[in-house]
């Protein structure tokens, strides 16, 4: 999740996609720290005594004394602004169109507004609110006003804050494996359809490499599971050391992993096995209790390329035939989709 931000928005905090792979920490009930009020106005008697209002309540001040000045603060920090406290009548650029600006402009839409006027005009009032404002104050106005005002905005945007961090803590463990990080089976089903689907339509390569660790069986057995799980952890993380940006990595199931490699054939992806086993070899994984072993893993490939038409039907099988087949040919190596009499449920070494 992006850095917190106090006072940003009615809308739920729209994050960004997510791309860590680990589990998010589990949502807390600690409010969001503190960020500064920006007070914008041309007034300097105004905006002195606004901001002595507000520091005298707890609040964190800036002051800009136009629009143009404000714009450029909010440009160059805009993760440091909780709240801007904007005037509507002043020279050159109005509140009005400060306003506008701030909600067009992504990285600061998420920031609420409270415009001051000085016009009791209820079209005044319904422009700014339309505009995105999230409160008005009429000039003039007492400070406890103000203060309470600024206190209630922060109060909303913190319970949605802490609202949206459980829906995405929530939604991230339904698509995540615990154990490893990596994303599940789940989440490959879903991203596989939409990836598939883009290879197909663009004529873009596609390849899927199924891997499975060689003789992890034995490792439960000899060591426990606890050591089985150490060495899930281990694979998982030397699958993202290798991995392309934009390239995904799922745990498909028990010691089996998945990855889906975007615009990449079977060349490129035996490229991405061979960095893999040469990261394996690397080190042993510790398995705690002095026991240390050298851990391999064997790999299918199956792609939607140029050489074989973008065919995309049963990707994931081949894959996984082409793994056994890997398996059978003596473990720790990869092998590429082949006509195999052997299908996707034959038995192969562990």
């Known amino acids: 999740m992006p850095a917190s931000r106090p006072i940003a928005t009615f809308s739920l905090y729209s994050a960004p996609y997510v791309t860590e792979i680990h589990l998010p920490e589990r949502p807390s009930r600690a409010p969001m ?7 914008v106005d041309d007034e300097e008697g105004t905006r002195g005594l606004v901001v002595r209002w507000l520091k005298s309540a707890g609040f964190v001040c ?65 422009r700014g609110v339309e505009a995105g404002a999230a409160d008005y104050l009429l000039k003039p106005f007492s400070g406890p006003v103000l203060i309470a005002k600024l206190r209630s905005v922060r109060q909303r945007v913190q319970a949605e804050w802490r609202l949206n961090r459980k829906l995405q803590f929530a939604e991230q463990s339904a698509t995540t494996d615990g154990l490893t990080g990596l994303a599940n089976r789940r989440s490959f089903d879903e991203r ?69 490699l975007r615009k990449c054939d079977a060349i490129g992806a035996m490229g991405v096995y061979d960095r893999l086993r040469a990261e394996l070899k690397k080190e042993a994984v510790d398995l705690g209790h002095g026991v240390s072993r050298s851990i391999t893993i064997s790999g299918g490939i199956a792609t939607s390329e140029k050489d074989n038409d973008f065919r995309t039907d049963g990707l994931v099988a081949r894959a996984d035939v082409a793994m056994y087949a890997a398996k059978h040919g003596g473990r720790d190596r990869v092998e590429v989709e082949k006509i195999s009499a052997a299908g996707p449920g034959s038995s192969a070494p562990k």
């Open 192 to 260: 596989f359809v939409e990836m598939v689907s883009n290879s197909a339509r663009h004529h873009e390569p596609l390849a899927v490499m199924m891997l499975d660790i060689d003789r992890f069986k034995s490792i439960n057995d000899e060591y426990g599971h606890p050591a089985g799980d150490v060495a899930l952890r281990f694979i998982a993380d030397r699958i993202r050391r290798v991995l392309r940006v934009g390239d995904l990595a799922f745990r498909y199931g028990g010691e089996e992993f998945v990855t889906l």
């Open 62 to 126: 800036r002051e800009a004394k136009n629009g143009e000045e404000a714009l450029a603060m909010l440009d160059s920090e805009p993760e440091a602004y909780e709240t801007i406290v904007l005037d509507v009548m002043m020279p050159g650029m109005d509140g009005f169109t400060v306003l506008s600006r701030v909600k067009a402009e992504p990285r600061l839409s998420a920031i609420p507004v409270v415009i001051l006027t000085a016009s009791a005009s209820e079209s005044d009032i319904v």
């Open 33 to 39: 720290p503190e960020r500064i009020v920006l007070v």
